[in-house]
């Protein structure tokens, strides 16, 4: 190859090495300058959507913040009563007494509950008065639905405002 190169005329010799020097740049260009300029780009854009989408999580925390502490975070089983019987109160009084079939302690701080064919939105509100009046929260739960619309099978754990 090099004895081609030199019996070449030097005008020939200087166009090839001008071409090679091209083609050596556009190379450059396309595989390495123009993934990597595409990549920055790529990065700014996400780091803005991130940006974003942190300043929104910002404001639902604080948010949550304020509604925690306008919800009566303070609220407590009242002294000495039990976790199930303010479980089985507020499921009556919350229209669900027929559909609550069991409620068995899990320690000291939880309780488990079995409800069959009971009305969802009558879950949620007696749930929502659990949390809000006796700072009992739900751990899990377990929601099978039921042929009948707005009907379900629930399986939930309680806990009560002194645990974890």
């Known amino acids: 190859m090099k004895a081609w190169f030199e019996t070449l005329d030097p005008r020939e010799r200087r166009m090839l090495i001008i071409g090679a020097a091209l083609l050596g740049v556009m190379l450059f260009y396309v595989l390495v300058w123009e993934p990597l300029e595409h990549g920055v780009e790529t990065l700014r854009k996400s780091n803005a959507e991130q940006q974003a989408q942190l300043q929104w999580m910002q404001q639902a925390v604080a948010e949550v913040k304020r509604l925690r502490g306008s919800s009566g975070r303070s609220a407590q089983l009242a002294k000495g009563q039990s976790l199930l019987a303010a479980i089985d109160r507020a499921a009556r009084a919350n229209q669900l007494g027929d559909a609550l079939k069991r409620v068995q302690p899990d320690g000291s701080e939880r309780a488990r509950v079995w409800l069959e064919n009971a009305s969802f939105d009558k879950i949620m509100r007696w749930v ?16 099978e639905a039921r042929e009948e619309k707005g009907r ?5 754990v309680f806990e009560s405002g002194g645990g974890a």
């Open 128 to 143: 929502d008065s659990l949390q809000r009046q006796q700072g009992v929260r739900v751990v899990s739960s377990v929601f």
């Open 152 to 156: 379900v099978d629930a399986r939930l």
